[in-house]
Structures are given as structure tokens and as C-alpha cells.
Nanobody, 126 residues
């Protein structure tokens, strides 16, 4: 079955950059949508960016122009370079895969998604 493992979190000052990576293993068919979500404990999760097998993407308004989602040709790696980071970007970030979601439906915070990583913490200081 599909597994995802994130890496690349850390601490940075406002205005700085970080790059998150996710290793995707297992049978990723073209029906899968991959994405990044973030969450503060006790609050609802937020979809950050998602991508499908045809490279179509969708971003949260709060990260447009600063974050860029990409994947390698085999969809074994998912990336999220994050530039101009702000203190409000401080969250735990999760790599997520869903077999049937589209880039539209995957961002729905109420949707139950198939596969989640363990999360990686991003901390942005003022």
C-alpha cells in the first residue's frame, strides 16, 4: 500500500526559505492526488497545495506566489519549496495522498484522506 514520509522541516526567520520533501512509496496510480496540508494542534487542518498526475495544481490563497508544489516523473518524490516564510506559516506540515480525490476536492478540510505522513514541523520566527 501507499506510504508517505516527509522531511525538511525546521526553524527559520521570517523572510527565509525552507524546502519540504516527501518520499512516496507503493502503487501510485494516475488517479492519486498528492498534496501538502498543515495544522496547528487543536485547529482544523488547512490544505496548502495539491497536485495530480497531470501536473495540475491548486494552492491555498495564503501561500500563492510563495510556495510551489512539484513532483518527480515517477511521483516518488513530492516537493514544497517555501519562500518568504511568515510567522503565520508556523505549523506541522503533512504529506498526503488520496486515491480518488481531485485537486478541487482534496483541499476540502472536511474530506477524509487516505494516506498521511507523520508530519514535519516548520517554525518561522519574527
Amino acid at each position: 500500500h501507499v506510504k508517505v514520509v516527509e522531511s525538511g522541516g525546521g526553524s527559520v526567520q521570517a523572510g527565509g526559505s525552507l524546502r519540504l520533501s516527501c518520499m512516496v512509496s507503493g502503487p501510485i496510480s494516475e488517479t492519486y492526488c498528492l498534496g501538502w496540508f498543515r495544522q496547528v494542534e487543536g485547529k482544523r487542518r488547512e490544505g496548502v497545495a495539491v497536485i495530480d498526475a497531470w501536473e495540475r495544481t491548486r494552492y491555498a490563497d495564503s501561500v500563492k506566489g510563495r510556495f510551489t508544489i512539484s513532483q518527480d516523473n515517477n511521483r516518488n518524490r513530492l516537493y514544497l519549496p517555501m519562500d518568504n516564510l511568515k510567522p503565520e506559516d508556523t505549523r506541522t506540515y503533512y504529506c498526503v495522498a488520496d486515491r480518488v480525490a481531485t485537486i478541487g476536492t482534496m483541499m476540502d478540510p472536511a474530506r477524509v484522506l487516505d494516506v498521511w505522513g507523520q508530519g514535519t514541523l516548520v517554525t518561522v520566527s519574527p
